[in-house]
């Protein structure tokens, strides 16, 4: 475990997709499509640079939710990279479970398959939040249409935001709501990058 209290979660995924660049991150079980962690890594960082020019600084919570495909793991990814909270949103989650969910994380931005677009607009609207969304598939404006707006970055060069490990949030977990009132667990940088690396 590192002593430095900048070296956070974000750092330990560059590394990673780093160090094997060729081998297989993902296969859509649906269709065969693989993609390498280079792959991956640079439609991430991409990603990270839409989310900066955004100025969607550390702890600026990025809510994700989507079916199983090969571009859900890449806002989840960059966010991890820029210190983004990230609260999943169950696909299935119809109007009244997003605003509550919305309601107590109170997202930035916004990645969904576009099938969930009209609830979610909806639950945003009436909850006056500043939200921006991005579909996956189709709409306005999609993932593709965010990656193509951005050129490539060196890998090499590439350093993931700067903040202090256990001041800023990972992830933020659903602990309730199908049988009680929706809670959330907020789970920082530090705590569960000791958990990891203990199994690295």
């Keep these: 475990?590192?002593?430095?209290?900048?070296?956070?979660?974000?750092?330990?995924?560059?590394?990673?997709?780093?160090?094997?660049?060729?081998?297989?991150?993902?296969?859509?079980?649906?269709?065969?499509?693989?993609?390498?962690?280079?792959s991956v890594l640079k439609r991430t960082i991409r990603?990270?640079?839409?989310?900066?020019?955004?100025?969607?600084?550390?702890?600026?919570v990025a809510s994700l939710g989507g079916a199983n495909h090969l571009d859900l793991h890449v806002p989840l990814y960059a966010a991890l990279l820029t210190g983004m909270p990230v609260a999943a949103l169950d696909p299935t989650y119809k109007f009244d479970e997003m605003k509550a969910s919305f309601k107590l994380t109170k997202p930035k931005i916004l990645f969904i398959d576009h099938?969930?677009?009209?609830?979610?607009?909806?639950?945003?609207?009436?909850?006056?939040?500043?939200?921006?969304?991005?579909?996956?598939?189709?709409?306005?404006?999609?993932l593709k249409d965010v990656l193509d707006s951005e050129e490539d970055e060196d890998v090499d060069t590439f350093q993931p935001e700067k903040f202090e490990a256990d001041k800023v949030f990972l992830w933020l977990m659903s602990t309730s709501g199908t049988t009680g009132v929706l809670k959330f667990?907020?789970?920082?940088?530090?705590?569960?990058?000791?958990?990891?690396?203990?199994?690295?």
């Excluded at 009436?126 to 999609?142: A, M, N, P, S, V």
């Excluded at 907020?186 to 203990?198: E, F, G, N, T, Y």
């Design 47 to 60: 990603l990270v640079r839409y989310l900066r020019r955004l100025r969607l600084r550390p702890g600026a």
């Design 115 to 142: 099938y969930m677009y009209e609830d979610a607009s909806r639950a945003i609207q009436e909850l006056g939040l500043d939200t921006r969304i991005i579909t996956f598939d189709e709409g306005e404006c999609t």
């Design 1 to 38: 475990m590192t002593s430095d209290p900048y070296y956070h979660f974000g750092h330990l995924l560059l590394e990673s997709l780093k160090e094997r660049p060729d081998d297989i991150c993902q296969i859509d079980a649906a269709t065969g499509e693989q993609e390498t962690n280079l």
């Design 185 to 200: 667990a907020a789970l920082d940088h530090l705590s569960i990058l000791k958990i990891v690396l203990i199994y690295k």
